[in-house]
């Protein structure tokens, strides 16, 4: 079993930036891939962005590309979101994500484990 808790949202102006963190319990934090997928009030969840367990594969959504770094620290079970240039459409609740099997049960939306969520607003 996997828990992840999430930290670090909140709520900022457009073009702001906020650092998200999702820590792991479980001994095995290094074996899982890891991502964040948001959801935003009346809208279909949308893939962020993933990490494959060693970091050395990285993966993201069109809408981020460019703003967000998601990277992890094997050491503090650990993985993280650092979303600059934020704009008004990221205001969404960001879920923290993992899944042994890889980073595409991640974008499939099927990963084994999801966080309670941390809200991220932008204002305009």
């Known amino acids: 079993q996997v828990q992840l808790v999430e930290s670090g949202g909140g709520a900022v102006q457009a073009g702001g930036s906020l650092s998200l963190s999702c820590a792991a319990s479980?001994?095995?934090?290094?074996?899982?891939?890891m991502g964040w997928v948001r959801q935003a009030p009346g809208k279909e969840r949308e893939f962020v962005a993933a990490?494959?367990?060693?970091?050395?594969?990285?993966y993201y959504a069109d809408s981020v590309k460019g703003r967000f770094t998601i990277s992890r620290d094997n050491a503090k079970n650990t993985v993280y979101l650092q979303m600059n240039s934020l704009k008004p459409e990221d205001t969404a609740v960001y879920y923290c994500a993992a899944d042994r099997d890889g980073t595409g049960r991640i974008r499939n939306y099927n990963a084994n484990y999801w966080g309670q969520g941390t809200q991220v607003t932008v204002s305009s």
């Open positions: 479980g001994r095995t934090f290094s074996l899982y891939a």
């Open positions: 990490i494959s367990w060693s970091g050395g594969s990285t």
